[in-house]
């Protein structure tokens, strides 16, 4: 069974940064697709960034410029860095990791999910 960990969820000012982290057990990042999901109270869970295993990336329209996601296959890590946080991006947030090697941004097509992190953002 693969297994995902996410890490650095936390409260910031609408403005500000916050870094997540996601590890990937027991098998090789490069491997998979993952991608980063979120979904706030009285919302669909929705795609936020997605990196397939060949590096392709896509970012949902109202994080692109602002968000980065990245992996580290030395640490077998996935990051997401989100800068300028605005309050409509309070949410969970999900890694999620498929042996396909096309990212998609549906949670659907996810097999593997962590746990969540919740991040809230206030002003």
């Known amino acids: 069974q693969v297994q995902l960990k996410e890490y650095g969820g936390g409260s910031v000012q609408a403005g500000g940064s916050l870094t997540l982290s996601c590890v990937l057990f027991?098998?090789?990042?490069?491997?998979?697709?993952m991608g980063w999901f979120r979904q706030a109270p009285g919302k669909e869970r929705e795609g936020v960034a997605v990196m397939s295993s060949t590096g392709s990336t896509s970012y949902l329209d109202s994080v692109e410029g602002r968000f980065t996601i990245s992996r580290n296959t030395d640490k077998n890590e996935l990051t997401l860095q989100m800068n300028s946080l605005k309050r409509e991006d309070t949410a969970m947030y999900y890694c999620?990791?498929?042996?396909?090697?096309?990212?998609?941004?549906?949670?659907?097509?996810?097999?593997?999910w962590g746990q969540g992190t919740q991040v809230t953002v206030s002003s």
């Open positions: 999620a990791a498929d042996p396909s090697t096309i990212g998609t941004m549906k949670p659907s097509w996810f097999s593997y």
């Open positions: 027991d098998q090789p990042i490069s491997r998979y697709s």
